[in-house]
């Protein structure tokens, strides 16, 4: 179970730099285009760590297993956090 806690606590603290990263990127870039990719970006990452990272934190602490398939979820979103910022990153410049 420790090494399902370390992958949890790896993502959530990944990501958690990568919030810091795109509002970061946000505040340099005001009044652009993306800003609306931006937002969902980060509403993609905050809600794939709390599923994502938070059903694999209840199992590490004995949890009940049927949290097991709701993981999947939270990698979902994630990834479509990382696909959207990557459309932001290359999206035409106004």
Do not use: N
């Not at 993502?11 to 990719?37: E, T």
């Not at 049927?66 to 459309?87: H, S, Y």
């Amino acid at each position: 179970m420790i090494q399902v806690w370390e992958t949890a606590a790896r993502y959530h603290l990944f990501h958690a730099v990568a919030l810091l990263g795109i509002a970061a990127w946000s505040q340099a870039r005001p009044g652009r285009s993306d800003d609306r990719l931006m937002v969902w970006t980060a509403r993609c990452w905050c809600a794939g760590v709390v599923i994502f990272s938070g059903s694999l934190y209840c199992i590490a602490l004995g949890g009940p297993r049927w949290l097991g398939p709701i993981t999947p979820l939270g990698g979902i979103a994630l990834m479509v956090g990382w696909l959207l910022v990557t459309i932001a990153a290359f999206s035409k410049r106004d």
